[in-house]
């Protein structure tokens, strides 16, 4: 360790004999130590103690009115547990109990009395070259953990990337703007704060819902893109898009994933079980189906399809409200009707 960066290191010596601290501030100063402290009064030390921020403690271990380990124990309650500050006891009491408790209130060494002054400097000299050590040791972590950091952030970022380029990609299929998974995710978080659901699981709700439609990536074109209406076993085939996405998004681990697949698998269910794949009803419905499938709806019936033209919204509106509590959950349509004047277009 580099000799003048040790001999910077602020020393607080607290002894309520004078002699014993200026003896000590005077073997320091000679060894080429200058930030120094010197204290007779525990009291006065501990309130200095903040702002002089020592590197190392000299502490006497019996004193009057406040003895060095009341002092230790403050230290402990002042000074941030991960670090490491050592404290060297000076005593006179060299019993094994005396020992036992000074180490338990967090001393790192013991100088006894009278003082050795050549052993006491090389206990310094080690404590500190120790402190110094962990402080390194320390801020290398710190910035070990920020390049973990940074790494996580830039895959998870990549991942929400891939999601959200295959909600796209499926899009494309049958809307080439793309635009209709970016607004049922928008709409679909708004609603689940209308709903009173907590934050985390809004954003989760805002990023997996555009995968909803994920199993159409399954479905020929010659149905997805009809424009005309579909014959009974064309739809029963485009039906199949619910278990495909959930297929395909199944057995994820990350809540993100899970959401999604949740959502693929139930946001055609229906609130009087006329809905698909699982002919599910009320409750029995994930909410989280029933907050998309509210949002889809509302979003394909305003938005044109090979098949249709955009509905005025106040129309559709009106479609909500006469299927509130036959295809929709009336609470959630409720929520919609609260929310729907400030969706994006």
């Known amino acids: 360790m580099d000799e003048s960066h040790l001999l910077q290191s602020r020393i607080l010596i607290v002894d309520d004999q004078a002699a014993n601290v200026r003896l000590i501030e005077d073997l320091l100063r000679q060894y080429g130590f200058r930030s120094l402290l010197g ?45 490491y500050l050592p404290v060297i006891v000076l005593t006179a009491d060299i019993t094994r109990e005396a020992k036992r408790r000074a180490l338990a209130s967090g001393a790192r060494d013991f100088v006894t009395k009278p003082i050795d002054i050549v052993e006491l400097t090389l206990r310094i000299r080690n404590l500190l070259e120790t402190r110094f050590l962990h402080m390194e040791l320390a801020r290398h972590n710190e910035q070990l953990q920020g390049l973990v950091r940074e790494r996580t952030e830039e895959l998870e970022e990549s991942r929400l990337e891939m999601l959200h380029r295959l909600a796209r990609a499926v899009e494309y299929r049958d809307d080439e703007t793309g635009d209709h998974t970016r607004r049922v995710g928008e709409m679909s978080a708004r609603l689940a704060a209308a709903l009173g659901l907590p934050p985390d699981e809004v954003e989760l709700i805002r990023l997996a819902a555009p995968l909803h439609d994920a199993g159409k990536i399954g479905i020929p074109d010659t149905i997805l893109r009809k424009p005309g209406a ?47 794949p699982h002919g599910l009803s009320g409750e029995a419905i994930p909410l989280l189906g029933r907050i998309v499938a509210v949002a889809d709806v509302y979003d394909a019936l305003t938005h044109a ?36 004047h400030d969706l994006p277009a």
């Open 305 to 340: 399809r090979p098949y249709k033209a955009a509905w005025p919204v106040e129309r559709a509106i009106a479609q909500l409200r006469a299927d509130s509590g036959r295809l929709f959950d009336p609470r959630v349509v409720n929520a919609f009707l609260s929310i729907y």
């Open 39 to 83: 204290e007779t009064n525990p009291r006065v030390a501990l309130e200095r103690f903040p702002e002089f921020q020592p590197d190392l403690v000299v502490l006497d271990l019996h004193m009057p009115d406040v003895d060095g380990l009341a002092v230790l124990a403050e230290i402990q309650r002042i000074t941030d547990p991960n670090s």
């Open 230 to 276: 579909l014959t009974p076993d064309e739809y029963t085939v485009i039906k199949e898009h619910t278990t495909i996405g959930s297929g395909l998004l199944a057995d994820g681990r990350s809540r993100l994933i899970q959401f999604a697949e949740e959502i693929a698998r139930s946001h055609h269910e229906r609130w009087d079980g006329s809905g698909y």
